[in-house]
C-alpha cells in the first residue's frame, strides 16, 4: 500500500456519447433508434457499469477522492499502531452505522449524516454543503427527550 495523497490518474482517455455502435440509427449515428433497439433503458433502472458522463481527468480524480484519503489514513494508522488500529475503527464505525437508535437530533434520521460517523471518519472538522442543506427545513423539529418518549411508550 502507497501513501497516496491524490487519486491515480485512471481517467479514460477517448470519450464517446454512444455507449455501443448496435443501438444507434444508421442514418444518424448519434441518436438511439428505438425502433430496431425499444425504447432503451430507463431512468429508474439501474446500471453496475455506467460509463462516465464527462471525459475531464479532474472528474474522475475527485470521484475517487474520499476512498483514497481513507486508504491512507487507514494506511498511515496501521503503520503507527499496528494492524489492529484500523480493524477496530472499521468495526466502531460499523457498529455506529448499524445502530438502533440513531437520535435525529445528532442527524440519525439522515443516511451518512451521523455525528457518530463524522468523528469516527474524521470529517467533523469539515463542512460541506450537505451539512447546510441537508432537506430537513420542513421536518418539525423533535427534542431528544420527546424521542425517548416514543421510543420507551412513556
Known sequence: MSL?????????KTFTHIASRENVAPSAPGLHDTLRAGVGPS?????????????????ARLKAWESTR???RMETLR??????????????????REGEWKPLAL?????????????????????????VFAGEESRPLVGVHEEMERKLKM
Do not use: C
Not at 431512468?43 to 472528474?59: C, I, M, R, V, Y
Not at 503503520?79 to 455506529?96: C, D, F, S
Open 70 to 72: 481513507e486508504a491512507l
Open 43 to 59: 431512468a429508474f433502472t439501474l446500471a453496475e457499469n455506467k460509463a462516465p458522463t464527462s471525459s475531464h481527468p479532474l472528474e
Open 79 to 96: 503503520r503507527a499502531y499496528g494492524a489492529a488500529e484500523p480493524v477496530r475503527r472499521q468495526m466502531e464505525l460499523k457498529i455506529t
Open 4 to 12: 497516496r495523497i491524490v487519486p491515480a490518474d485512471n481517467h479514460h
Open 107 to 131: 442527524g440519525g434520521g439522515i443516511p451518512g449524516a451521523s455525528v457518530h460517523e463524522e468523528i469516527l471518519a474524521g470529517r467533523d472538522d469539515t463542512i460541506t454543503w450537505e451539512d
